[in-house]
């Protein structure tokens, strides 16, 4: 049976539903952050022991985070344990057309303060 190792304070842990792999974890004796109530972030579960922590979460660097921010930022890229999370599709895709006019501008801008200089 593995070891696992109670921790001294049990973490919440958030996803974010607009940034895929983002996730906040907060302790449970500190106040939430005012950000993770307005709806893009979603609750994922409650870390009490080591063997519970997502591999990407860092729990002494996260308590170290939240002593000076109240919450920890972290990115899971090894690991799902937060949970599933929603595939983010694009509002809309920007066609190569709609870029070509910006581009002339910021050529003849180039163009202009060549000249002037």
């Known amino acids: 049976m593995p070891?696992?190792?109670q921790l001294a304070n049990a973490y919440d842990l958030f996803a974010s539903c607009r940034d895929i792999g983002v996730c906040c974890a907060v302790r449970r004796?500190?106040?939430k952050p005012k950000f993770?109530?307005?709806g893009t972030w979603e609750f994922r579960g409650c870390v009490v022991?080591?063997?519970q922590a997502p591999v990407d979460l860092n729990l002494r660097v996260?308590?170290?985070s939240i002593d000076l921010t109240g919450h920890h930022l972290?990115?899971?890229?090894?690991t799902r344990a937060t949970g599933p999370l929603p595939v983010q599709r694009p509002e809309r895709i920007i066609?190569?057309?709609e870029?070509?006019?910006y581009i002339m501008i910021l050529y003849g801008l180039t163009i202009v303060i060549a000249l002037l200089a």
């Open 99 to 101: 870029i070509i006019p």
């Open 3 to 5: 070891r696992t190792t």
């Open 74 to 78: 972290f990115v899971a890229l090894r």
């Open 49 to 51: 022991d080591e063997a």
């Open 62 to 64: 996260a308590n170290a």
């Open 36 to 38: 993770l109530a307005d």
């Open 95 to 97: 066609t190569v057309g």
């Open 29 to 31: 004796d500190r106040s």
